[in-house]
């Protein structure tokens, strides 16, 4: 079943979690160079400053190229534990050659 799941994953989507931040910069950096022309960067909560941290990195040092086409931000609601629900921030910054 988790393979369902990432096969609806867009190949030019990079979601930032826990891993280290040149992990990502990497990821975004690969997509770059491979000939995508958009790059699309999603985060929640805690990974936002992350986030926009690798969209910087990317664009100032590896693919200076790459400009901000957009930026979104929302608020999702999830549920927690006990099935408490709670709102999370999230972002997605869309990356353009």
């Known amino acids: 079943m988790a393979k369902a799941k990432e096969a609806e994953k867009p190949d030019n989507t990079v979601y930032i979690g826990k891993k280290p931040t040149m992990n990502y910069v990497l990821a975004v950096a690969t997509q770059a160079?491979?000939?995508v022309n958009e790059i699309?960067?999603?985060?929640?909560?805690?990974?936002?400053?992350k986030a926009v941290d690798v969209a910087e990195i990317v664009?100032?040092?590896f693919v200076q190229d790459l400009n901000v086409d957009d930026?979104?931000?929302?608020t999702e609601v999830l549920e927690g534990e006990e099935g408490r629900e709670s709102n999370v921030s999230s972002?997605?910054?869309?990356?353009?050659?």
């Open 33 to 35: 160079n491979s000939g």
């Open 91 to 97: 972002i997605e910054i869309f990356l353009k050659k």
């Open 40 to 49: 699309v960067i999603k985060a929640r909560g805690k990974s936002i400053s």
């Open 71 to 74: 930026i979104k931000i929302t």
């Open 59 to 61: 664009r100032n040092r």
